[in-house]
């Protein structure tokens, strides 16, 4: 079996020498005279992880016909809004482990955490308006809002297990496929025109982004921590009902409901997501979220059939397949 | 005596019809069709405040001739940017009342302030990419980042006893002045041109900020929490060591200087602002620090000084005028 690592290497390897200079514009840009300031951007730059979105950003442009010298620093901005949301989701899930690195908020503390995520989100917006076209800093301004929003809806549905599918789908695609949606956009957009591919790129990012999300939220329930390297039960304990708990809720009786909601919600209980795989089965409803994923997936695929063949196209059929079996 | 709120009222009175368009605006802004964003930004606009930001992009734009339509837009956006500051540091700084209405992170939680603060950012950047000019993103992205890394500075240099004064205030007016200056900027140069003016204006800015942020330091150790409205003595709870402690610190022998650093640091010490004020003698430290703030007005009104009468620029000194005399 290949490493997920080694594998996403390869499959961004269309893009690997834009991959560099994104890296070379982030290193710049987290760089500061402040000694302060440098500490704590030394240590973002362990969380960066597999960069899937800047990938995206280059890809959907090569694939569209559409890369300029300023890709690279779009990528980057993407990149940065995704390390902000990181860093300031520390905070707010109260996660002990990401990417195997210790969390900012643990480190530091929460005000510093906050403070290093206000500082990529303006650095981001920084850089975006030193680019030609201000296409950049409208789409990512009006995409943070949503982002915000959505993370701010998700708060606010914590232990409603009545949740609509759809509604949670609203929330986890603005949470996290808008972002997708958004740098996929911008590949094939940036600097201007080009309406009608981009809105296609655009669903192809949304739908991409959404079913990241749920087999995220299905590996938040049944992964293996050794394997995901990130502290897994988080959604259970935070009180986020996602898909799986959802579909296996609804199927459930009054008894097993009333300990469902027990597990999620008696104070001071420990270990509620191993609590909740013993008190029910969660393989359908595990099943039925990645059945959900499988048809975005492809739905993803179908938005950019259309595109003549290259590297690039292909690379991004392969990203979107390797999502639904990722355990990274 | 007048009342505070009625005397900055009477002092911004040649702007008024323009405050209340940015009112107008803030209130566009901060609706949204998510029933729970709405729950929170119907709080934040209880936080809104004196609003002198706005008033002095309003009155440097009247000053120097140079109101445009958009003028009252990117006074909301500098309004925006400070009300987001506001939520953030109520999850830095712990307080618990500030202007007599319960903290966002007091009625919600610390999760819920990182996103509406957020949430706010997001919306100010996203304006200001709809406005004719890109000045105001620029501008205000990088103030965003300067504001940031003062913060972070800030919280770095916590009980630093040996803090040079132009470290100090170095600090002070990245986090404070740095909003002020960059709205008097915008207010004279916005769409754009007009460099000369905006630097005396971005001038009169950050040292009317600095003197605004000297005062605030003052009053949190010496002033009375009935008259100012916020929960005072937070900055020797959080460890920040102001211009009048400095002094105090300076001036005091090794024994006092033991006291000081104990009544900052010993664990689980409760009313460490009062312990402090009954350990040492402030008053020389706050005299010092308020003739400094006295020195820096000066300079403010010596940088609007050439230009030409209006009521405009009247407003300007009296507003200066009045950060030294204000106990709010």
Not at 33 to 58: C, E, I, P, Y
Not at 207 to 231: E, H, M, P, R, Y
Request: hydrophobic share 45%.
């Amino acid at each position: 079996m290949t490493h997920p690592r080694a594998a996403v290497h390869e499959l961004v390897a269309p893009v690997a020498e834009g991959l560099q200079r994104v890296n070379d514009i982030l290193r710049a840009q987290l760089s500061e005279d402040s000694a302060a300031v440098r500490d704590m951007t030394d240590h973002v730059g362990r969380f960066q992880g597999k960069q899937l979105r800047a990938a995206l950003v280059l890809l959907s442009g090569e694939a569209t016909g559409n890369s300029t010298d300023e890709h690279a620093a779009v990528a980057a901005i993407v990149e940065m809004i995704h390390l902000a949301t990181l860093v300031h989701d520390d905070i707010l899930d109260g996660a002990l482990v990401r990417r195997r690195v210790a969390c900012i908020n643990q480190r530091w503390d929460n005000q510093v955490a906050v403070l290093l995520g206000d500082f990529l989100y303006a650095r981001a917006f920084a850089l975006s308006t030193e680019l030609s076209s201000r296409l950049c800093s409208r789409v990512l301004a009006e995409t943070t809002r949503r982002l915000c929003v959505g993370e701010i809806e998700q708060s606010a549905r914590r232990y409603d297990f009545e949740l609509e599918q759809a509604a949670y789908e609203a929330v986890s695609g603005a949470k996290t496929a808008s972002l997708y949606s958004a740098g996929c956009e911008l590949g094939a957009r940036y600097p201007g025109g080009n309406e009608e591919l981009g809105r296609d790129l655009a669903a192809f990012g949304w739908n991409l982004g959404l079913a990241f999300q749920i087999v995220d939220d299905c590996l938040d329930v049944v992964g293996s921590q050794d394997v995901v390297g990130k502290t897994l039960g988080q959604d259970v304990e935070d009180g986020k009902v996602t898909l799986p708990v959802l579909f296996t809720y609804g199927r459930a009786d009054e008894a097993l409901r009333a300990e469902i909601r027990d597990v999620f919600t008696r104070p001071g209980l420990e270990r509620r997501a191993e609590r909740l795989r013993a008190a029910c089965d969660l393989g359908p409803g595990v099943e039925y979220a990645m059945a959900r994923a499988r048809a975005l997936i492809d739905e993803a695929k179908a938005r950019i059939a259309g595109l003549s063949e290259s590297r690039a196209k292909q690379a991004m059929g392969a990203i979107a397949e390797f999502v639904l079996t990722r355990n990274w």
